[in-house]
């Protein structure tokens, strides 16, 4: 392993990979503690340019419930050299696309953009998230843009199901709470409450600048140090990688969401490993053989055999100090009982039995040709470095990441099953749906969340 | 131009293009009318498949509203040597994406693969097309999984709107009538109409089968060969492209859906251009600057100036006899009048004064990046290659294309748009919201569609 991201020695370069495919992948620390790390990837056509700032809700004050989300929105509403418009104008005239995603523990703007086009990419990105004006007007302007994008939150089953589950597993913990805070506490948001967030939070050395396509390491450090050269100055070092303390739990069990709709929407689950874990490729090949494809158990017994859904499947997500494994199905609210029963009859039966040997094999067939078939595009690349450096402080290859799962045995699997879905512990659950109250959900659904 | 697809003589091969970056596509006529055309990517590391027919939902008696779509499903449940479980983990075992949709003019089955399984995935799609079993029992599962599809889609106010703006567009026009059917005629559809829709319109001179990758034309060509030998047979030639004889028209106006949604969210538009009119590549420039990207005029006016909704754009849709503009925007059930008008007036300035230059040159820009990075990875050149051939049974390079799109005029783009847009032309409309009747509806959105 090379030196972890956190630990190289500012102004210098490390190679992290040459697969011997043309690829390569380098990191440099700069001054300041930024990081750049490319993967240059000959045979592209397109650059993905993408800031990672290690900065996300979980930051956030109670009291400041969605600023980290608000704050990317406003960062685009005008710098000191471009106004909103211009920017929009300079990126659509290249037919690139500029946005970006607040998650829990992330925040990344990204440009993907055609290779001639880097040089724009890097600009644009650096102009926002640097040099953002964060006006009165536009903090206004853009409240009722976020207010309307809760609004369209709400309206879709699915995204409103994901929120309360996550709420019925934390409870009132932050992780808990939506990444784009409340009516309430959007329309209280003042200008300078994100001017300060923005200035206390987004520090270089809580950064990783991403990039992957036809490029060179050399040129993308041309350009960083050129956008940034007043900034690139300190003593500061990279901040190691987030870590967690402890499983943060405060459960509520069981969320409902009335909502006037055609299916009910259930989703069940249990905390499972935080992002650190050694057991998570052991974890990947049992959520891949539970719900992850369409001989997975889940979508056999209930798509397949019994018809009760159209979309079946479980998921993982993974944060510095916890984590989920949960299932997804929505069905017609007079299934809703029997879709509870069989899901918890597919969690007892791999915690007892674990996997056979057929979907051990499948399950890790299925992970490395998703592996290869979800890095083909730079976008993806530059996510999978980027994300990875602000997570681990380091890079796993995507050969070394399927020797990973290549090495999880059936043993390893069999026990985490156990551990994590064993009948005894009780599954936290939410349901979207036309139910006035909790007493209205079938019988199943409250016992399986007893 | 090489001869279009349906003139090539059975048992010849064409290259359409090579255009020096070691690219290569080809296309051959088999015995029978099938075509097989395919893209060689050398640099890329995967193989999509896909069997397009070139027969939707349009091709349905009213009795059968649905069966396109139904039958789409119904094959995927098991063939004369696999059941739909062996089809499922085959194709998870090497971590492939196996699956298929429906459109009004069109169903693609397809097959994502690593390229060395590509003889895997021809294997797979062709065992799904050609021998699939349609057993009674399968028809019968099946059905509950596609009126739980339905109601999933009711529940998606912006899927829902889709719908309810076509049926605004085109009445009881069968292009008006949704892909999925009703719940009525997917309850009553029987295994024999689905047998019979099968047998009389998956004939081979409808289909193209696409492959895009890292692969060979000869590799496939031998595969499919060797898979499909009994049927290559007889005089058949391929199929001309689908041709339409007139603009249908069957217009109500104005539909709305009543939903109990935070949000009320608006469809605008008009008929616009069949995919054989010429114009359509002014038509993409004009959408692009109308709606297209986030400089765009609508996007500006709506979501940056006045911050009146979250998502707000445009898009086109083409059929081979008819085609529609329209605009959707999401905002709060207050402010559906002022979205309304805003949009009314931003389509009667362009009519009015066309484009400025500044725009004009942006769309294009935008439509040219777009093209280039919309064809990175291999389903979307799949998709390219296999839906031309089937539209036009002709290929056109992404250089073709992008001069067509450079040479578009200003005076091109105004005289379309006076054509589609003047406001002396009323709109068609949907919305779905919480309103009980068209009365409710704020008097600017009945205006409109007056």
Not at 182 to 194: F, K, N, P
Not at 267 to 276: E, N, S
Not at 358 to 376: C, I, P, T, V
């Amino acid at each position: 392993m090379t030196v972890p991201g956190h630990l190289q020695r500012p102004g210098t370069t490390k190679v992290l990979d040459r697969p011997g495919d043309g690829r390569v992948v380098r990191r440099t620390v700069l001054p300041g503690g930024l990081r750049v790390i490319s993967e240059q990837a000959p045979g592209t056509r397109s650059a993905s340019v993408g800031l990672w700032v290690g900065v996300g809700s979980r930051d956030e004050r109670p009291n400041l419930a969605g600023a980290a989300h608000y704050l990317e929105h406003v960062l685009f509403k005008g710098t000191r050299t471009r106004s909103a418009t211009r920017i929009a104008e300079e990126i659509d005239a290249v037919g690139g696309e500029l946005n970006a995603f607040t998650s829990k523990e992330h925040t990344c703007y990204y440009a993907h953009v055609v290779d001639s086009d880097l040089a724009l990419a890097v600009d644009l990105v650096c102009d926002v998230v640097f040099d953002a004006v964060i006006a009165e007007s536009d903090v206004d302007t853009e409240r009722r843009v976020i207010l309307e994008e809760i609004a369209m939150r709400d309206d879709d089953p699915e995204d409103l199901l994901h929120e309360a589950f996550i709420g019925a597993l934390l409870g009132s913990h932050v992780l808990g709470r939506s990444v784009l805070g409340t009516s309430d506490s959007i329309r209280e948001m003042r200008a300078s409450s994100l001017r300060g967030f923005h200035r206390r939070r987004y520090a270089l050395s809580h950064m990783v600048l991403a990039v992957a396509g036809n490029i060179t390491h050399a040129e993308v450090l041309r350009l960083v140090r050129r956008r940034l050269t007043d900034r690139l100055t300190g003593a500061a070092t990279p901040a190691a990688p987030r870590q967690g303390r402890a499983n943060p739990r405060g459960r509520d069990g069981l969320v409902l969401r009335t909502d006037d709709s055609e299916q009910a929407h259930l989703m069940l689950g249990v905390p499972a490993l935080t992002r650190h874990d050694d057991r998570r490729f052991a974890l990947g090949v049992l959520n891949a053989a539970l719900g992850g494809g369409v001989s997975s158990r889940l979508f056999q017994e209930i798509r397949e055999r019994r018809g009760l859904a159209y979309q079946v499947y479980s998921s993982l997500a993974s944060y510095s100090d916890t984590g989920h494994l949960s299932v997804y199905a929505g069905t017609q609210p007079d299934q809703l009982g029997q879709v509870a029963t069989v899901v918890r009859e597919v969690l007892d039966d791999v915690a007892v039995g674990g996997l056979t040997e057929a979907e051990l094999l499948r399950a890790k067939g299925q992970l490395r040709g998703a592996l290869l078939l979800g890095s083909e595009d730079t976008s993806a690349r530059m996510s999978r470095i980027g994300k990875s450096e602000l997570n681990y402080a380091d890079y796993l290859s995507l050969e070394q990441t399927q020797a990973r799962f290549d090495a999880v045995t059936g043993e390893d699997v069999a026990l985490l099953a156990k551990e994590l879905l064993a009948g005894t512990r009780s599954l936290s659950a939410a349901v979207v749906g036309p139910y006035e109250h909790r007493d209205e959900l079938p019988q199943e659904v409250r016992e399986v969340t007893a």
